[in-house]
């Protein structure tokens, strides 16, 4: 889709819905927008460039909103993160540019930045750290010892309650001493579960030693790399600003 079709689809309407929690607006710069939820996924300038966002949710919809509006480029996950089909990583804020050259037209893609080693060397300490707490398993249940950023959860704001306090204060510092140190955090554990979608499952009962299924240990000690691995993954990406919606199931 573009800023024409964009202009036809809104007709003279301030907005109109295209799908479920998706729609249309125009904006109070003159720009459209395409928004999920609470965020302006897609923004169209007049001028012909479309700006994409994630806004930090980098779930399975936010994707394929993008992916059904933007025109010639996709986006997938690779270990957790956002990648254009190019191969470079999604950033907030990356663009695309309608060019012409006698019959040939397409659009170009303005990534802010490349995987370049030091990239590719993180995506290896947090997937390493994510099978050392997955080895672990089962582990102690989470409690006052554990890391304060990661044990205690915040009342207030109301925007931030129920949230752990390095998503409330979005620091990521303490994870990436998680990393380094190797420290097994069983409570950063359970808000991972939690957040992929295991929090009233089988699975925490197994997984902090609450129920005997010696058979079901190697499942759950590989949910636990899953949902740690996309846990701090996601929060190191966005610089503590981002978290994942909970998942309903296994998704």
């Not at 007049?46 to 986006?75: Q, V």
Request: glycine share 8%; hydrophobic share 35%.
């Amino acid at each position: 889709m573009d800023y024409t079709q964009l202009v036809e689809t809104l007709g003279k309407r301030p907005s109109k819905k295209l799908d479920n929690n998706t729609y249309a607006r125009r904006m109070d710069n003159g720009h459209l927008a395409i928004k999920l939820h609470d965020t302006d996924i897609l923004e169209f300038t007049p001028r012909g460039k479309i700006i994409a966002r994630m806004g930090g949710w980098n779930t399975l919809t936010t994707r394929d909103r993008l992916n059904s509006y933007l025109p010639d480029h996709r986006i997938y996950t690779k270990s957790s993160l956002p990648y254009w089909t190019t191969g470079v990583p999604f950033t907030d804020g990356d663009w695309l540019t309608w060019w012409r050259k006698g019959k040939e037209y397409g659009w170009n893609l303005h990534a802010q930045r490349k995987d370049n080693k030091k990239d590719v060397a993180l995506k290896k300490r947090i997937a390493a750290y994510a099978q050392k707490c997955a080895d672990a398993v089962p582990l102690a249940l989470p409690g006052p010892g554990d890391c304060f950023y990661c044990q205690m959860v915040v009342e207030s704001p109301e925007k931030d309650k129920g949230k752990p306090l390095g998503d409330a204060t979005h620091n990521c510092e303490h994870l990436l001493m998680h990393i380094e140190e190797g420290y097994v955090v069983p409570s950063l554990v359970a808000h991972a579960l939690k957040e992929h979608g295991y929090g009233r499952t089988i699975w925490p009962a197994i997984i902090f030693g609450q129920t005997e299924m010696p058979n079901m240990i190697k499942s759950a000690r590989r949910e636990v790399k899953k949902s740690v691995q996309r846990y701090v993954a996601i929060r190191i990406a966005t610089n503590g600003k981002g978290t994942a919606k909970p998942s309903t199931g296994y998704a």
